[in-house]
């Protein structure tokens, strides 16, 4: 079971260079998100999808953006990338249960350094 | 806005001694509350969650969390620590399904022998 898939693993970038992490999920959920992980600062939500051509801001959008064309992709582009994106980034998948709540199902991360 | 509070960067305990790990929320109605935990290298792992019922929830690896919502709480025990726990430990609330879920800052584990 591939579960969250995340590429690249890892990626060097110039500042001022574009690029898209890729994400996708074999689970059919409904809800999609991406987080950047920084010491000391635990995760924080860049965005998220409640489906398929829905996307809302988390905490910390800025310089990035997303689009939701399928239920199983969900990728991140860094318009213009700057040090300070450099981070450890998560995608992760969720789906309510009986309860209504939900677990998230996280990729293994895709390491960003921005030089 | 809702946000979660993790007041311990770091906690060092001795393996077989007890653990508590502290977590406040701010939330406006119902929360959902979760706790995961990383270990180094990996992605996360749900421990436990909480949306109503009984306040005190069990988890997984012998995990326990109690909600204690006059508190704004959501503290995770464990009576007797492993030194394979070493590891982060996120509290989290999100919304229904898990959608737009707010991680504390995180508490890192060390486990003396």
């Known amino acids: 079971n591939a579960g969250v898939t995340q590429t690249p693993k890892f990626q060097v970038l110039k500042t001022g260079q574009s690029m898209t992490l890729q994400c996708a999920q074999d689970m059919n959920h409904e809800y999609m998100s991406w987080y950047r992980q920084d010491p000391g600062m635990g995760l924080r939500l860049i965005h998220y999808s409640v489906g398929a051509g829905i996307t809302d801001q988390g905490e910390v959008p800025n310089g990035y953006n997303v689009s939701r064309s399928t239920t199983e992709d969900f990728p991140l582009r860094l318009l213009s990338a700057a040090p300070s994106q450099t981070s450890v980034y998560f995608c992760a998948s969720s789906y309510p249960d009986a309860a209504g709540t939900g677990e998230l199902f996280f990729g293994e991360g895709s390491r960003l350094t921005v030089l | 806005a809702q946000s979660v509070t993790q007041p311990d960067i770091h906690i060092t305990v001795s393996e077989g001694a007890s653990l508590e790990l502290r977590c406040n929320y701010s939330?406006?109605?119902?929360?959902?509350l979760f706790w995961y935990v990383q270990s180094p290298g990996q992605g996360l792992q749900l421990l436990l969650k909480y949306f109503s019922g009984d306040t005190l929830v069990q988890g997984i690896k012998g995990f326990e969390a109690e909600f204690k919502r006059s508190q704004s709480s959501f503290n995770l025990r464990k009576p007797s620590v492993h030194w394979s726990d070493a590891a982060e430990y996120f509290c989290?609330?999100?919304?229904?399904?898990?959608?737009?879920?707010?991680f504390g800052a995180g508490t890192r584990l060390f486990v003396k022998a």
């Open positions: 989290a609330v999100g919304y229904t399904g898990g959608f737009k879920t707010i």
């Open positions: 939330y406006g109605a119902t929360p959902y």
